[in-house]
């Protein structure tokens, strides 16, 4: 049995979409759908049991056992502008060591969720070497929540069994219902198609130009694949970078959208928000040697083709991966 938490959001129901393309159906998924349209994500998927978030921790907590082979934690409050502190600590940071803490016991593979918003801004470089959880200062309270385990997870020496993923600008299908938290790219498709323009920010920093911030921008379909290339290599442990390895501009981004939409390119800069301007990082990019060393050899999606493929395949005919 595969348990994937958060298995009806982005990243999660991209996983049990590629998890049922390789064969796997013997999955429990575990989430909360809430009000918003989550729930079309699992529309074609194949999996045994749906088990709400709150009900499957309090089973693990009292000793229920399942017969769990493997569990990919992507569940979490992902909002980097939450500032309700006690609630990411309990949903990111002891949720994640609860788990964490089952399948260690219990011998099962535990792979989740860190993020590249525990580098804060990036002024000690993109290694994920496990060495630097405790020097890094994250720039908002999610990061800081993710970054807590991470160091929880370094001084129990727990990364010598688990893997935690330190997941960079992901972007593609399955992201539609995640509101202000979706990526640029859908955000900007939408922009385009209903103004003809897109709206980016303007910067802030002297060293880069208006719509030259950097980001590793990496697709959701290279994302799963990173994922689950540590479910089947059981003997790479530790933390890893999820990216592309190659930064790229927000110009470049949109440009690549227009593209494929055919249309002219426009794009208006605006005023970053003031409650932004001292968390904003103007430059990611992940060093992914480690994850190459671990075996990984994939070709990776150019930032032009995943966009393409986004947008030709998922945006315009408003498909779900699954459909």
């Known amino acids: 049995m595969i348990v994937v938490t958060g298995g009806a959001g982005f990243i999660g129901s991209a996983v049990v979409w590629k998890l049922n393309q390789q064969g796997h159906n013997n999955i429990i998924i575990v989430d909360e759908l809430g009000s918003d349209e989550k729930w079309k994500n699992l529309v074609g998927l194949n999996f045994v049991d749906f088990i709400h978030k709150d009900k499957f921790i309090k089973q693990i907590e009292e000793g229920n056992k399942y017969f769990i082979d493997a569990i990919i934690h992507l569940g979490a409050n992902s909002s980097t502008t939450e500032k309700d502190a006690g609630h990411l600590l309990t949903n990111n940071y ?5 788990l964490a803490k089952y399948s260690l016991k219990n011998k099962a593979r535990f792979i989740y969720a860190s993020s590249a918003a525990t580098y804060g801004d990036g002024s000690l470089g993109f290694d ?21 385990f991470d160091s929880w997870a370094l001084n129990e020496n727990a990364f010598s069994s688990i893997v935690g993923l330190k997941y960079f600008n992901v972007y593609g299908p399955n992201e539609y ?19 003809g323009k897109v ?6 920093n002297k060293n880069y130009k208006d719509g030259e911030q950097l980001r590793d921008f990496i697709y959701v379909k290279d994302a799963i694949d990173m994922t689950l290339h540590f479910l089947t290599h059981r003997d790479k442990n530790g933390l890893f970078n999820v990216g592309s390895g190659k930064a790229r501009t927000w110009n470049d981004l949109v440009n690549a959208i227009f593209k494929t939409m055919n249309k002219p390119v426009e794009i208006e800069y605006i005023d970053l928000p003031v409650h932004l301007q001292k968390k904003y990082q103007y430059h990611t990019e992940a060093n992914i040697n480690k994850i190459k060393n ?9 930032l032009e083709s995943g966009v393409e493929d986004y947008v030709k395949y998922y945006l315009i005919p408003e498909k779900h991966l699954a459909e």
């Open 94 to 98: 002891q949720y994640t060591k609860i």
């Open 128 to 148: 994920d070497d496990e060495s630097n959880c405790l020097k890094l200062r994250p720039l908002n309270m999610y990061g800081y929540s993710k970054s807590l």
């Open 177 to 195: 219902h995640k509101g202000d938290m979706r990526s640029v790219v859908h955000k900007a498709y939408e922009q385009i198609r209903d103004t």
């Open 199 to 204: 709206k980016l920010f303007k910067s802030m």
């Open 294 to 302: 671990s075996g990984f050899t994939n070709d990776l999606f150019p």
